[in-house]
Each structure stands twice: as structure tokens, then as C-alpha cells.
């Protein structure tokens, strides 16, 4: 089987929740794109893989299956579920808004580090699309709005946050090579102009536009 490529680090499974183990496991693969849009899954060879009975397998496919990363065909192998530019294009409005309140409540809160933070990974950002390393790339990006995320601790834009962005990560890696990161870059430079400000409007809306603009890049590719 292909699965074997992309988890030849993994060791059987000895933790107590080995559904979320195995959930985790998938859902990273997924996301990557190391399991491909409509690539089969069979619960049975899965299970020996990760040296597990079928069960943690199956609901951790469940999982995936209501986060709409795997589809459950009738009649059919489960399968990873294919790319969808209109729901990516959704997704892409529900993240812009998260982070746009992610930083609405975060910039009051800012510290020096936290700002100097947003720099570092603006410039790893730069290195990364120089060097065309995409992982690297959504790494920085991810990062850097990471910092709003985490100054504003609210545990529910968190989970809100996770679910929508699980639905557009595969279209970054799929896409995320082939547009300019130069329009990102400076727009991080005009949020964290505005986070120097303290205006929490202004870099709310830079925010918005930034993620937005990125999704239209994507989807038009």
C-alpha cells in the first residue's frame, strides 16, 4: 500500500487514546497532502500499520469524516475527500474574520517580544518563499498570526479556528508554491506598523484583507 511512504516514522501505538493518536497521525497526512484528495483508505490496512485492532481506526476516520477531510462513500472504500474550491472559498471568509477578532482583542495585550515575534516570522516568511520551501512558508505564516491567536486566550476562537482552517491547509500546500508571497509579506508589515500603533481597528482589518487576499490568490490557481 502508499501508506507506507509517508509513515515510515511511525511505530506501533502504545498511548491510552489511540483514536486521537491515529486521528492526528491521518489528519497531518492529510493535510500535507501525503494522503492525496480521493486517495482510498482501508480501515484493515491501517490498523496493521499502526499495529492496532480496526476500531481506534474507524473512529478516528469518523472524525475526520465530520471535520470533512475524509468522505464515506456508499458502497465504497472511505476515502480523503477531494479538493473543494467553494468550500475552501468559505473557509477562507470564516478564517479571515477569526483572525481579524484574534487580533482585535490581542493588540491591547501585546508585549515588545510579541511584536518582536511577528517580525521574526515575517522574515522567515521572506526566506521561505526565496527559497520556494512552502512548508516552511505556511509554517512562518501560520506563526505569525499564531501570536494574535495566543495573546487574545480565548480557548473558543482556538477550536473555531482549528476546524476552519483544517478545510483550507490543503489547498496552501496544494497552491501555496505557485502564487507571490510579496503582497503577504508587506502586509505583515502594515500589521505590525499598526500593532506598533496599538490601533486594534486598523490591524483587525489588515488582518482580514491579508487572509482574504490570500484565499482569492489560491482559489484563482
Same mark, same amino acid.
Given at each position: 500500500?502508499?501508506?507506507?511512504?509517508?509513515?515510515?516514522?511511525?511505530?506501533?501505538?502504545?498511548?491510552?487514546? +489511540?483514536? &486521537?493518536?491515529?486521528?492526528?497521525? *491521518? /489528519?497531518?497526512?492529510?493535510?500535507? #497532502?501525503?494522503?492525496?484528495? !480521493? @486517495? $482510498?483508505?482501508?480501515?484493515?490496512?491501517?490498523?496493521?500499520?499502526?499495529?492496532?485492532?480496526?476500531?481506534?481506526?474507524?473512529?478516528?476516520?469518523?472524525?475526520?469524516?465530520?471535520?470533512?477531510?475524509?468522505?464515506?462513500?456508499?458502497?465504497?472504500?472511505?476515502?480523503?475527500?477531494?479538493?473543494?474550491?467553494?468550500?475552501?472559498?468559505?473557509?477562507?471568509?470564516?478564517?479571515?474574520?477569526?483572525?481579524?477578532?484574534?487580533?482585535?482583542?490581542?493588540?491591547?495585550? +501585546?508585549? &515588545?517580544?510579541?511584536?518582536?515575534? *511577528? /517580525?521574526?516570522?515575517?522574515?522567515? #516568511?521572506?526566506?521561505?518563499? !526565496? @527559497? $520556494?520551501?512552502?512548508?516552511?512558508?505556511?509554517?512562518?505564516?501560520?506563526?505569525?498570526?499564531?501570536?494574535?491567536?495566543?495573546?487574545?486566550?480565548?480557548?473558543?476562537?482556538?477550536?473555531?479556528?482549528?476546524?476552519?482552517?483544517?478545510?483550507?491547509?490543503?489547498?496552501?500546500?496544494?497552491?501555496?508554491?505557485?502564487?507571490?508571497?510579496?503582497?503577504?509579506?508587506?502586509?505583515?508589515?502594515?500589521?505590525?506598523?499598526?500593532?506598533?500603533?496599538?490601533?486594534?481597528?486598523?490591524?483587525?482589518?489588515?488582518?482580514?484583507?491579508?487572509?482574504?487576499?490570500?484565499?482569492? #490568490?489560491?482559489?484563482?490557481?
Amino acid at each position: 500500500m502508499r501508506y507506507i511512504g509517508f509513515m515510515k516514522n511511525i511505530q506501533p501505538i502504545r498511548r491510552l487514546s +489511540l483514536r &486521537e493518536e491515529v486521528y492526528h497521525h *491521518l /489528519k497531518n497526512a492529510i493535510l500535507l #497532502l501525503e494522503l492525496e484528495p !480521493e @486517495e $482510498r483508505l482501508h480501515d484493515k490496512d491501517l490498523a496493521e500499520l499502526f499495529g492496532i485492532s480496526r476500531t481506534p481506526v474507524r473512529e478516528a476516520l469518523k472524525k475526520l469524516e465530520d471535520e470533512g477531510l475524509v468522505e464515506a462513500m456508499p458502497g465504497s472504500a472511505t476515502r480523503v475527500a477531494p479538493l473543494n474550491n467553494d468550500e475552501a472559498n468559505h473557509a477562507f471568509t470564516v478564517v479571515a474574520a477569526l483572525h481579524a477578532l484574534a487580533a482585535r482583542l490581542a493588540v491591547p495585550l +501585546l508585549e &515588545e517580544k510579541d511584536v518582536k515575534e *511577528l /517580525k521574526i516570522q515575517n522574515q522567515k #516568511l521572506r526566506s521561505a518563499m !526565496e @527559497e $520556494r520551501n512552502v512548508i516552511a512558508a505556511i509554517q512562518a505564516d501560520e506563526d505569525f498570526h499564531q501570536v494574535f491567536v495566543t495573546a487574545a486566550g480565548n480557548p473558543e476562537l482556538v477550536k473555531a479556528l482549528e476546524v476552519s482552517t483544517a478545510k483550507i491547509r490543503r489547498l496552501e500546500m496544494a497552491q501555496f508554491g505557485s502564487v507571490k508571497g510579496v503582497n503577504s509579506i508587506q502586509q505583515h508589515e502594515q500589521i505590525i506598523d499598526a500593532c506598533i500603533e496599538k490601533d486594534s481597528e486598523k490591524t483587525a482589518l489588515l488582518t482580514e484583507v491579508n487572509w482574504l487576499s490570500l484565499g482569492e #490568490l489560491l482559489i484563482q490557481k
